[in-house]
């Protein structure tokens, strides 16, 4: 989850109330935010907030929302937006590119070290929030009184145009090589992969502004004395592009300057007007959300709601339901259901009353009841449940026993960050040996059992495996042996009422001892392994007393 | 009555009415070769029959340990060399020969010798040659030392009092007790003594009572056992490690758990391991480009590969609502869902998609609501182990269907739910989770840490989630989960997330539930 450092000094002259740490503390979670730490001596906190908020990625855009939550300004925050002149003319080379453009200009800035710090991280958490980490959504900020309007977005061949980038060694560079050589290009090549020609940002004298979603040139850097400020996202969406330049441009109407429209137009003749934050009418019912949330409000009150999280609404003139406006800056309402959680803060979670809905008659799974009865019956031979992942590797899984796999009749994982683990299990027995290797210096004897997962490859099942219930024991000291275990099986099925329907064949494994291993039959089917482990099996597990062993196929049993 | 006391503490009478006289408890127990503690109970017996008592002394004891006592018969180690040096004649030797030819004698003892031979000025030892070389210089041989003396004044076992002790023979003692030859003990001891009863007692008149450790068959028969007085054991000492079966800690807890859940109506569910993309995601209504969807956070397959999805009129279903919200009244995601993506195969990150299949049963079967289920089961994240993380573990779920559930109602339950688990202080806050609208957070007060813990999310399933299953307003699902392995970790005071699923044998053995 994304954080951002809140100074409560900041918070104070946004919201223009006094606050204290821990009465922040406390109401930032009501309107869904997490505190994440407190540092006292500077006056911060810092949170974090869900993904589903980008507005809440500056402190103003978490300051609009305290507003609400303490009644100083309700309803959806008014910005006025002048008409500018700079116009925006986007090459219809781009539509197969990256074919969306929304501009912004910001007149009268002046921000102090902390503000820019904001400007800087709000990219940041956009780019990454929104942008999907510059893919759909790219940033640029641009010092406005370097260029020249009309502006061109176009797309070119990648060694037509050289340009000096940002954060490079000062040199002209083409596009081609920005993306083999400079740093930010090496990044984020892989978006413009496959592409014959990538975009770039012009003014109307033929110098680069931007190489989006790359890098900027150097002509617009923004500096102390930028006054007016140029801002272009472009990207896949438009309505993403639209909302990030919306939460930006908030934000810096919110630090104090003015914000101007810039008329892009499209090839196909349509021009839009960005940024535009005209807020998007919703209708929705008072019942709907009344009954969602399990409260009786009455119009009026459920309009308060609404406006205590900064949106606004009024009856509507179809009965029954409200006309709530969406600020802007919020993109995450696609459903009416959306509102009722926005209804729920704006009444206070903490307010909600506790209902409860009797029904119902509780049922344990079979499974998991029959896993227990075979718990209680191991306790009972006086074996040690441990418990052990499903997850495992192949070479201790099968080379350690002795036994040979084929990568294709196994479980295998494409990724695993960790190469512990590259399959899953296919029996307990090899982590109950491993349990023994990490256990080997206590005091013995060691009767240890599993019940539990394993997995198994079974291509006509819906997604190609199935889990299937196992147990497996083993029993480690200086005097173990087939006898013992044998004894244990026995002592198991007869507590299972099964002793009667199985029988031991001797067999071949690999992982036994030759003369000393028995296949588990069941009603004639094959449902287990019995005997005395290998002594090279023993070493491989640096193991000094033998190893007598079980493993059984519960799924048929219970 | 007739006066009984045990065979041994007869005997023990016996012997002080024969001794005529005061004793020491110490010198009786070495004397008869019994342990001081069973002498002392024996006193105690006679005590309580009035026929013995005892008294304390504090003294202060000097004697010989084992070495020293040894040297009193073969002479200090300085004395055997000098001895063997005017034997040989010897006047100049190196050391390491000298050695050679001593080799009966230990190394240290050798060099203890050597040195005190030296402080005797007896030898003088020097490197001049290139080696280490020792000169006699004594002219004659000479007679005992002061040490030598006093040490020869002793018997083998002796025990002397340290204030009988003159000053010369305080100087040689610490000279000895220095060398650990000799010790010196502050000790308490103990004065037995008869009373006049005891003096004039008859001892053939008292009935002998038998001690025994075992019984035996024989004895319960034969009802013999009557006639014995049992050996006493220590009550107060632990007895050995039982290595016993017992449940695993984690395993405990779940159980717990389910009861909890089986108490407030839930039936247990169970799905698989192997899961596809489309129960994972997709029919969560996470779009298909997601981050979370991403390969570093999920273990994706490569065998096997593909797998099936369900009816086509509900995959539809599942498509539509991505790209426009289908009859969910959703805008949608607004992109081109890809089938293919959806029969990716992954080990499952949640138990959220087992979940949804039994939507997809509800669906199927035409249930009626109410149902209410829980799981509680392993599920996997491609992450690297810590501290705190895993990359398997297990996740706590349950869910309600119902006609008119709302956000109150299920504040409700989960407040009764984490109340049964032991926390009495329960707080619901705005939250988000991809898949529920309204969502809450949960935290719970933990008194034994005096702070509040996040313990877990939920909400109501969205629409999008729950319309390709029929399941449409005003039936709605709640749902919330929480991750088991935290509350293990407090319950079990384990710092470590990975000590649950590593097995240490000593905690498994030790732990209580």
């Not at chain 1, 071949?508 to 099996?537: D, S, V």
Request: proline share 4%; hydrophobic share 35%.
């Amino acid at each position: 989850m994304p954080t951002l450092d809140l100074n409560v000094n900041r918070l104070e002259r946004l919201i223009g109330k006094e606050l204290t740490i821990e009465g922040l503390e406390y109401d930032l979670q009501w309107i869904s935010l997490d505190v994440e730490d407190i540092n006292v001596e500077e006056n911060t906190i810092k949170v974090e907030y869900n993904p589903n908020r980008p507005d809440f990625s500056s402190p103003e855009g978490i300051a609009r929302a305290l507003k609400g939550y303490y009644e100083i300004e309700l309803g959806v925050p008014k910005y006025v937006i002048n008409d500018g002149e700079v116009q925006m003319n986007v090459d219809d080379s781009v539509n197969t590119v990256r074919p969306f453009i929304v501009c912004g200009v910001v007149r009268d800035i002046d921000l102090d070290e902390d503000e820019v710090g904001t400007l800087m991280n709000i990219q940041e958490q956009l780019h990454w929030a929104v942008g999907r980490d510059r893919k759909k959504v790219a940033i640029g900020v641009h010092d406005l009184d370097k260029i020249k309007t009309p502006f061109r977005y176009v797309a070119v061949k990648p060694d037509s145009i050289s340009f000096i980038p940002l954060h490079g060694d000062g040199d002209p560079m083409n596009l081609e090589e920005i993306l083999k050589y400079h740093d930010k290009g090496k990044e984020y090549a892989h978006i413009l992969e496959g592409k014959s020609l990538y975009p770039l940002l012009i003014d109307c004298n033929d110098q680069v502004i931007s190489f989006p979603p790359i890098i900027n040139g150097i002509l617009t850097t923004v500096t102390d004395s930028t006054r007016n400020l140029f801002l272009d996202l472009t990207g896949t969406d438009l309505k993403a592009v639209s909302l990030a330049l919306n939460i930006l441009s908030t934000m810096l109407a919110d630090t104090g300057a003015k914000i101007e429209s810039v008329v892009v137009n499209y090839p196909n003749g349509e021009s839009l007007i960005t940024p535009n934050l005209e807020s998007l009418k919703w209708e929705v019912s008072v019942d709907y959300v009344n009954n969602y949330i399990g409260l009786n409000l009455k119009e009026s009150d459920m309009i308060k709601c609404f406006q205590k999280v900064r949106m606004d609404a009024k009856k509507s003139p179809k009965k029954g339901y409200l006309d709530v406006w969406v600020p802007a800056y919020r993109g995450d309402m696609i459903h009416p259901v959306d509102f009722t959680e926005e209804c729920a803060i704006g009444y206070g979670y903490s307010n909600l009353p506790l209902t409860i809905r009797e029904g119902c008659i509780g049922q344990y799974h079979p499974i998991q009841d029959f896993s227990n009865k075979i718990r209680m019956i191991m306790i009972g031979a006086g074996y040690l449940e441990v418990l052990n992942f499903i997850l495992t590797n192949s070479e201790k899984h099968y080379d350690y026993m002795r036994q040979e796999h084929e990568e294709k009749k196994v479980v295998q994982i494409i990724n695993p960050i960790s190469k512990e683990y590259d399959t899953t299990r296919t029996q307990i027995l090899p982590k109950l040996m491993e349990t023994l290797l990490f256990n080997r210096s206590e005091e013995k004897p060691i009767k240890i059992f599993e019940v539990g997962d394993i997995i198994l490859l079974a291509p006509k099942e819906e997604t190609g495996a199935i889990r299937t219930l196992h147990l497996s024991a083993v029993t480690y000291h200086d005097d173990a042996n087939f006898t013992e275990i044998r004894s244990t099986l026995d002592f198991i099925m007869t507590a299972l009422g099964e002793y009667e329907n199985i029988i031991i064949k001797p067999g071949n494994n690999l992982t036994y001892i030759n003369n000393r291993y028995g296949e588990i039959f069941w009603k004639g089917k094959k449902i287990g392994e019995i005997g005395e482990i290998h002594p090279e099996i023993l070493i491989n597990f640096k193991l000094e007393f033998p190893v007598a062993a079980l493993e059984l196929n519960l799924q048929d049993l219970f | 009555m007739k006066l009984r006391l045990k065979t041994q503490v007869i005997s023990i009478l016996k012997v002080l009415q024969e001794k005529d006289g005061d004793c020491l408890a110490s010198d009786l127990a070495r004397e008869l070769n019994i342990d001081y503690i069973v002498l002392m109970s024996a006193i105690n017996d006679l005590k309580d029959h009035e026929l013995a008592d005892f008294k304390e002394q504090d003294v202060d004891q000097i004697s010989m340990n084992e070495e020293g006592v040894n040297y009193i018969k073969n002479q200090l180690p300085e004395r055997q060399i000098l001895t063997y040096l005017a034997k040989k004649n010897i006047k100049e030797i190196s050391l390491e020969e000298l050695k050679k030819q001593l080799k009966s004698l230990d190394d240290k003892i050798f060099y203890v010798g050597i040195n005190n031979m030296k402080k005797n000025r007896w030898i003088s030892t020097s490197n001049a040659t290139g080696e280490n070389t020792l000169f006699v210089i004594t002219e004659t041989f000479p007679p005992d030392t002061e040490l030598e003396k006093f040490l020869k004044t002793f018997k083998k076992k002796e025990i002397r009092d340290f204030s009988q002790l003159s000053k010369e023979e305080i100087i040689q003692f610490n000279l000895l007790n220095k060398r650990k030859l000799m010790k010196r003990e502050k000790k308490t001891r103990r004065v037995l003594f008869l009373t006049e009863k005891g003096k004039r007692i008859d001892i053939l008149k008292i009935e002998e009572l038998k001690q025994v450790s075992k019984i035996t068959t024989e004895m319960i028969s034969s009802g013999t056992w009557k006639d014995y007085e049992f050996k006493p054991f220590d009550v107060t000492k632990p007895g050995p490690l039982l290595k016993g079966g017992k449940i695993h800690p984690v395993v405990y807890l779940i159980n717990e758990i389910r009861e909890i859940f089986i108490s407030l109506g839930f039936t247990e569910i169970r799905g698989p391991i192997i899961e596809s993309a489309f129960f994972n995601f997709d029919a969560l209504f996470q779009p298909q480009d997601h981050p979370a969807r991403e390969m570093h956070d999920t273990f994706y397959l490569k065998n096997p590969k593909m797998a099936k999805l369900p009816k086509k009129d509900r995959v539809k279903a599942v498509k539509d609502t991505h790209e426009n919200g289908g009859e969910s009244g959703s805008l949608g995601w607004g992109y081109e869902w890809d089938e293919q993506i959806a029969k990716r195969t992954l080990l499952r990150t949640h138990t959220t998609a087992t979940t949804i299949r039994r939507l997809a049963q509800f669906y199927e079967n035409n249930e009626v609501p109410p149902i209410k289920v829980f799981s509680i089961d392993r599920v996997f994240r491609n992450e690297k182990l810590d501290k705190s993380h895993l990359a398997e573990f297990t996740q706590i779920e349950g869910i309600v269907i119902g006609e008119n559930v709302s956000l109150c109602d299920l504040k409700g339950i989960i407040t009764e739910f984490y109340k049964k688990m032991g926390f009495q202080k329960v707080i619901t806050r705005p939250g988000f989770f991809p898949y529920t609208e309204p969502s809450m957070e949960i935290s719970v007060y933990y008194d034994k840490l005096g702070s509040w813990l996040e313990m877990g999310g939920s909400g109501i399933f969205r629409p999008e989630v729950t319309y390709p299953w029929g399941i449409k307003n005003p039936m709605r699902v709640l749902a919330w989960g929480l991750g088991l392995e935290r509350l293990a970790m407090l319950k079990f005071r384990r710092n470590d997330i990975r000590d649950l699923y590593i097995n240490p044998i000593k905690w498994l053995r030790q732990e209580s539930y």
